[in-house]
């Protein structure tokens, strides 16, 4: 989902930094053989994502929701050369595609593969993170933030993806609505939980930053 007029939204893209080579290949591998592959974090959002990354320079990273990996990738990128990246999904069918890609990367014995329910994972990754990425079923992100908060660094930073729902998230969702009803109790949380500072971007289909005090 982009809010912006598609001249202004190409511009941007244009303007910024460009897509490696290695994602290009991953994202078009994604759109031939996967589904849904608008899921994808994408150029633009994937290099959001990298500079981020390089900007906090984390020693430990959790993705809640790896898809096809290209996200992970662009995290990774902000890595210190000891550092690690644990990304968590449900789907078995897409670990290979997803080691595949990781293999290819520098950053191969730097990521973490981990196949299973996120809820039933995280507790046993023991670990205190310096970055977290949310970007798995909406139902659960505020069941994932209760997660993560008491296992992240003071100043770590938790990006949670898919914030404005198509725009949903400013309407009366119906009563089986319940992705958009629970991304609205989610962006209440961020706002009204004390332990962390939050501001929503409109990017996409909207980004959260949110810093632990």
Not at 1 to 25: A, G, R, T
Not at 68 to 78: N, Q, R
Not at 124 to 149: G, P, R
Request: proline content about 5%.
């Amino acid at each position: 989902m982009n809010f912006l007029p598609k001249e202004i939204d190409d511009y941007i893209v244009s303007s910024s930094e460009d897509e490696p080579e290695l994602l290009q290949q991953l994202s078009k591998e994604t759109w031939q053989k996967v589904l849904v592959p608008r899921m994808l974090s994408g150029h633009y959002q994937g290099r959001l994502l990298s500079l981020l990354s390089k900007l906090i320079q984390p020693k430990t990273i959790l993705e809640i929701g790896t898809y096809t990996g290209y996200s992970a990738l662009c995290l990774a990128e902000g890595l210190p050369k000891q550092g690690v990246l644990h990304t968590i999904d449900t789907n078995e069918e897409l670990v290979d595609f997803q080691k595949k890609y990781f293999d290819k990367s520098p950053y191969k014995n730097q990521i973490k593969q981990h196949l299973g329910n996120a809820l039933k994972v995280i507790p046993k990754l023991d670990e205190k993170f310096d970055l977290v990425f949310i970007d798995a079923d909406k139902t659960n992100y505020s069941n994932y933030f209760h997660l993560i908060i008491d296992q992240m660094n003071p100043g770590g930073i938790i990006l949670s993806d898919n914030v404005l729902w198509s725009g949903k998230v400013t309407t009366k969702p119906e009563v089986k609505d319940h992705d958009t009803i629970a991304l609205i109790a989610y962006n209440q949380l961020l706002k009204e939980d004390l332990r962390i500072e939050t501001v929503v971007l409109p990017i996409r289909d909207g980004l959260t930053i949110s810093r632990v005090k």
